[in-house]
């Protein structure tokens, strides 16, 4: 793990992964939107607004998935005081509230047809609209560190208890009675029909291959200006 430590060696790697990642991952986004909006059929229930689930999942994924990211770098920086674990979650923690807004904007067009109201106070959603808090809290906390370019222990200590929520949203349709459809897929295997299964996967891959691609470029941006910002205070003494 150590091994990426050194900034430079850790740039040597994202510089060339960052396009490898964004393309591809951009492609498949557009191509299994398409694959979705116009290649799969009309639901019996629903009908067409079914069809924001390939966008909706990805959302509601990325969203819980980036904050498990913030904690896991949060815990390698207070423990082994990894130095770009503070860059890596403070990467993570922009891409991952956009996310969960996504989340909760599309599943609130969803309902509405659905359930007849934009908004109910279910276990699931109030969990997905508190991780939105987490992470504007999370955010406030990482810009005002004194650590440019990284995060305070606090912050780090608040990503590690804000992990607690994702469980509860993950479980939140099992453990209360919600009129959010329970989870269609599990480690048991899947309710989802295969048509509507297949372009589900592509979206999954091609928006987390955004994300990491996302992740890596603003932790470029970081690492950037803590080089200009080191060399600019070198000038100044001298």
Known sequence: MHRFANPARFLRIAKPLTPALFWPGLLLTIAACAWGLFGTPTERLMGDTVKIMFVHVPAAWLGMAGWTG???????????????????????????AVFAA??????????????GTWWVWDGRLTSMLILFFLYLGYIALANASSEKGNVSRVAAVFGIIGAVNIPIINRSVVWWESQHQKASITLGGSSIDSAYLWPLFAAVVGFSLLFGAVVLMRMRAALAELKIEARMRRLAEG
Not at 84 to 96: E, H, K, N, S, T
Not at 102 to 115: F, H
């Open 70 to 96: 913030i904690a896991i770098a949060s815990i390698v920086q207070l423990v082994w005081r990894h130095p770009l674990a503070g860059v890596a979650a403070r990467a993570v923690a922009m891409p991952g």
């Open 102 to 115: 996504i989340c909760l904007l599309t599943g609130s067009i969803w309902g509405r047809p659905t359930w």
